[in-house]
Structure formats: structure tokens, C-alpha cells
């Protein structure tokens, strides 16, 4: 098989032929010029056909194409013009390339997929290409891609991620729980932050809304009682046990610095063996832990609590979570060293319908956290990001699964 008719059956050439195939041995280019086959032409702009075009005077053009062998490849073909009726007189479209794209779409395609996976750097190295030019392919794809998604939400998640250091490093992050894909991320971590998203969903959509997972941040809570009533909130369940563990390290820190002598070095050290969950431990790190809650009956009595709240989430039934969390806030007793305990109780009460809206709506914001830590590496990636827009350009493109065409 010769070179030409390999080639127009690697490349999309739907009216167009291979003429001439010739290697640059200085520049260490391949270029490829092709011809038209047919009569017929599409206009640039609208996509509209022709059974003739209008002249011939659209000139010549150049398209960057995949390496062929490892030989840098160049598409050169001559344009001609068409007489749109609905666009005027425009430059005709080609079948290997976007309307004013400089490359064609096979290498746009390659170039934005391992920009997944890899620094833009990276990518620009890979196909000896410009920093720019390869942040112009992934910008033009996935905002083209983000204008085609229009899917209705029925269940999200929403949380916070700080991407650098500062206060001012904030950025909002929605999550669709059915679909498992980041929709939605927005500078700033308060309820105009929130009220944006709401805003550009819409009332109606945003009314189909049914659950809501987040943190127990008043700004979010206002921001979906506001713009979406008919959503049900459901608080996080791993944000709750971290404030209970945060209860029983301060329980851990006041019976250190009450007692002192030998119990104070039974105590020191112990921290993690008490906020591990017993059935996490390793068997031969449970005998310390033993031993501490022997010696003192306040951390015993906190760590037994600790690990009896877990049964929590497996009730499927408001009354009886409301039921269990009652019976749990009376084995705290009086005893003012559980303190912290007793405070993280009051705010359950404060916070009880979205805390047992876990039983109707078993929702967590896991993958939502695993995805943070994605968004972090990307950020390390790049070494940070100046421009927060290009930060959530990259969130949508690796996180969002868009359809990139």
C-alpha cells in the first residue's frame, strides 16, 4: 500500500484526497497536501452544504496532525470560499479540523485526553507543541463540552476546598451523586457563593432538586433552604464523627494535664489509638490501649461512647435515629470531663433534621473528598495556579467526565 492510500484511510478526508506526500529532511516535517474530490463544499460557520463553491480564493492552510512514525506531519490544503445564504461569503469547511483551528481534530483529541493524566508542560513536550497552544485545545474543548451539558439534578453534594494558602483561596465544588462527576465549582465558600450555582441552574431546575449532602456551614444551609425548599439536607456523616473524634481529643487533652506522674505518661501518645476505630486497629496496638482504658475510667467511658455512635447511621427510620441519639446523649451522664461530649450532643439537637435525614437518604460526601484531593493534585501538578479560572477549567476537564468532541 502506498503512503497516500494509507493515509486517506487513517485521516477523516470525506471529499478530499491525498495529492502529494513529501518529507522536509531539514525542518524534519512530513506535509500532506491534499485536494478537493468533490464539487460540493460546507460552509464554516453554520455547517450549510453546496453543490458549488463561490471561488477559489479562500488561500492555502496549514494543520498540525498527529507525528506519523515519529515524523512531525503537516496537512496543506487550498480553500475555497462559499456563498452561504444564511452567512455570506465564508471560507469552506474541511472534515480534519475545526472551523479556524490550526490543528486537526485527531490531535486535539490526543492532546486533550493525556492532558487528563499530565501537566500541560508535559503534553507540550509530548507533541513538541506551545504551552499555549495546548491550553487553547483544552479550553476550547471543554468549554464547548460544558455549553452541551444540560442534565437535570436530583441529588448533589456540596463542599469546600482550599487550593493555597490564604483565607481568600476558596473554591465551592458541586457534586452529582447519581452520576458520580463534578457540575458545578465557583470562587468563594459563602452563601453568594452557593446562591451563583442556584442562579445559573435555574428555578425550575433547581426545584427538582431532592437532597442535598454538606457540611453543617450556615451559608450553604441558608443558600438551599432559599433556592431550593423542596430539598431535603442531609449532613454529612463523616463531618459529625470528625467533630465527635475533635470531642474526645479534648476529653484526651484534659485528663492529661489533670493528672500528672505516671498517669501522665499512660496518657501521652495515645491520641490516635483513640480515635481509631476498633475494628481499624491493628490487634497488637489494642493491648496500650487496653492498658489506658483501664487506668482511666473518663477516657473509657468517652472511647466506649466514641465507638457506640457508629450505630447511628444503620437506622433507616427517623424516630428511631432520634430514639438512639436521646438514649446516647443520657449515657453521658453528669460528669463535667465529658463536656466536650455534652456539647457536641447540643449541637446534633441543633442540627437533628439533617442529621436524620441520614436514615431516609444514606448520602455521604466520601467521593466528594476523594475528588478534593484530586483537585489538590492538580493544583500541585502545575505547581498552583495564579488564575483561578484556569484552576477551574482543569477541575472540569479531569473531574467533570464531559464528552469532549
Given at each position: 500500500?502506498?503512503?497516500?492510500?494509507l493515509?486517506?484511510?487513517?485521516?477523516?478526508?470525506?471529499?478530499?484526497?491525498?495529492?502529494?506526500?513529501?518529507f522536509?529532511?531539514?525542518?524534519?516535517?512530513?506535509?500532506?497536501?491534499?485536494?478537493?474530490?468533490?464539487?460540493?463544499?460546507?460552509?464554516?460557520?453554520?455547517g450549510?452544504?453546496?453543490?458549488?463553491?463561490?471561488?477559489?480564493?479562500g488561500?492555502?492552510?496549514?494543520?498540525?496532525e498527529?507525528?506519523?512514525?515519529?515524523v512531525?506531519?503537516?496537512?496543506?490544503?487550498?480553500?475555497?470560499?462559499?456563498?452561504?445564504?444564511?452567512?455570506?461569503?465564508?471560507?469552506?469547511?474541511?472534515?480534519?479540523?475545526?472551523?479556524?483551528?490550526?490543528?486537526?481534530?485527531?490531535?486535539?483529541r490526543?492532546?486533550?485526553?493525556l492532558?487528563?493524566?499530565?501537566?500541560?508542560?508535559?503534553?507540550?513536550?509530548?507533541?513538541?507543541?506551545?504551552?499555549?497552544?495546548?491550553?487553547?485545545?483544552?479550553?476550547?474543548?471543554?468549554?464547548?463540552?460544558?455549553a452541551?451539558?444540560k442534565?437535570?439534578?436530583r441529588r448533589?453534594?456540596?463542599?469546600?476546598?482550599?487550593?493555597?494558602?490564604?483565607?481568600?483561596?476558596?473554591?465551592?465544588?458541586?457534586y452529582?451523586?447519581?452520576?458520580?462527576e463534578?457540575?458545578?465549582?465557583?470562587?468563594?465558600r459563602?452563601?453568594?457563593?452557593l446562591?451563583?450555582?442556584?442562579?445559573?441552574?435555574?428555578?425550575?431546575?433547581?426545584?427538582?432538586?431532592?437532597?442535598?449532602?454538606?457540611?453543617?456551614?450556615?451559608?450553604?444551609?441558608?443558600?438551599?433552604?432559599?433556592?431550593?425548599?423542596?430539598?431535603?439536607?442531609?449532613?454529612?456523616?463523616?463531618?459529625?464523627?470528625?467533630?465527635?473524634?475533635?470531642?474526645?481529643?479534648?476529653?484526651r487533652?484534659?485528663?492529661?494535664?489533670r493528672?500528672?506522674?505516671q498517669?501522665?505518661?499512660?496518657v501521652?501518645?495515645?491520641?490516635?489509638?483513640?480515635?481509631?476505630?476498633?475494628?481499624?486497629l491493628?490487634?497488637?496496638?489494642?493491648g496500650?490501649?487496653?492498658?489506658l482504658?483501664?487506668?482511666n475510667r473518663?477516657?473509657?467511658?468517652a472511647?466506649?461512647?466514641k465507638?457506640?455512635?457508629?450505630?447511628?447511621?444503620?437506622?433507616?427510620?427517623?424516630?428511631?435515629?432520634?430514639?438512639?441519639?436521646?438514649?446516647?446523649?443520657?449515657?453521658?451522664?453528669?460528669?463535667?470531663?465529658?463536656?466536650?461530649?455534652?456539647?457536641?450532643?447540643?449541637?446534633?439537637?441543633?442540627?437533628?433534621?439533617?442529621?436524620?435525614?441520614?436514615?431516609?437518604?444514606?448520602?455521604?460526601?466520601?467521593?466528594?473528598?476523594?475528588?478534593?484531593?484530586?483537585?489538590?493534585?492538580?493544583?500541585?501538578?502545575?505547581?498552583?495556579?495564579?488564575n483561578?479560572?484556569?484552576?477551574?477549567?482543569?477541575?472540569?476537564?479531569?473531574?467533570g467526565?464531559?464528552?469532549?468532541?
Amino acid at each position: 500500500m502506498q503512503v497516500s492510500s494509507l493515509l486517506e484511510v487513517v485521516l477523516p478526508l470525506q471529499g478530499w484526497e491525498v495529492a502529494k506526500v513529501q518529507f522536509d529532511g531539514e525542518g524534519g516535517t512530513l506535509e500532506v497536501r491534499l485536494r478537493p474530490r468533490l464539487q460540493g463544499v460546507r460552509c464554516s460557520r453554520c455547517g450549510a452544504a453546496r453543490r458549488h463553491c463561490h471561488d477559489q480564493r479562500g488561500g492555502e492552510r496549514r494543520w498540525r496532525e498527529r507525528d506519523v512514525f515519529g515524523v512531525r506531519t503537516v496537512l496543506v490544503a487550498k480553500l475555497r470560499r462559499v456563498d452561504c445564504r444564511e452567512c455570506g461569503i465564508r471560507t469552506e469547511a474541511v472534515p480534519w479540523a475545526r472551523p479556524g483551528s490550526r490543528s486537526s481534530r485527531g490531535l486535539e483529541r490526543a492532546v486533550v485526553e493525556l492532558a487528563r493524566n499530565a501537566s500541560l508542560s508535559a503534553v507540550a513536550r509530548h507533541f513538541r507543541l506551545g504551552w499555549k497552544v495546548v491550553f487553547g485545545m483544552v479550553k476550547r474543548l471543554v468549554s464547548e463540552a460544558l455549553a452541551r451539558k444540560k442534565r437535570v439534578l436530583r441529588r448533589i453534594g456540596v463542599d469546600e476546598i482550599c487550593y493555597g494558602r490564604g483565607q481568600q483561596k476558596y473554591l465551592t465544588i458541586v457534586y452529582d451523586h447519581d452520576r458520580g462527576e463534578v457540575v458545578w465549582v465557583g470562587e468563594g465558600r459563602d452563601k453568594q457563593t452557593l446562591d451563583r450555582f442556584f442562579a445559573e441552574l435555574g428555578p425550575r431546575r433547581s426545584a427538582r432538586i431532592q437532597a442535598v449532602t454538606l457540611d453543617m456551614a450556615q451559608g450553604y444551609i441558608a443558600s438551599v433552604k432559599q433556592n431550593a425548599p423542596a430539598a431535603v439536607l442531609v449532613f454529612d456523616r463523616f463531618h459529625i464523627e470528625r467533630h465527635l473524634t475533635e470531642a474526645v481529643n479534648e476529653v484526651r487533652k484534659a485528663e492529661f494535664w489533670r493528672h500528672g506522674g505516671q498517669m501522665r505518661e499512660i496518657v501521652r501518645g495515645k491520641k490516635w489509638l483513640l480515635l481509631t476505630r476498633r475494628t481499624r486497629l491493628h490487634w497488637r496496638r489494642r493491648g496500650p490501649l487496653d492498658d489506658l482504658l483501664r487506668l482511666n475510667r473518663t477516657l473509657a467511658k468517652a472511647y466506649l461512647l466514641k465507638e457506640d455512635f457508629a450505630r447511628l447511621w444503620g437506622y433507616r427510620s427517623c424516630n428511631g435515629a432520634a430514639g438512639f441519639i436521646s438514649e446516647w446523649a443520657r449515657k453521658l451522664g453528669r460528669s463535667r470531663r465529658l463536656d466536650p461530649l455534652r456539647r457536641f450532643v447540643g449541637m446534633l439537637w441543633s442540627h437533628l433534621s439533617g442529621v436524620l435525614n441520614y436514615a431516609t437518604w444514606p448520602l455521604t460526601n466520601a467521593a466528594l473528598e476523594g475528588n478534593n484531593s484530586r483537585i489538590r493534585g492538580l493544583s500541585h501538578r502545575a505547581r498552583g495556579y495564579r488564575n483561578k479560572a484556569n484552576l477551574i477549567l482543569a477541575i472540569f476537564h479531569c473531574c467533570g467526565r464531559l464528552a469532549l468532541e
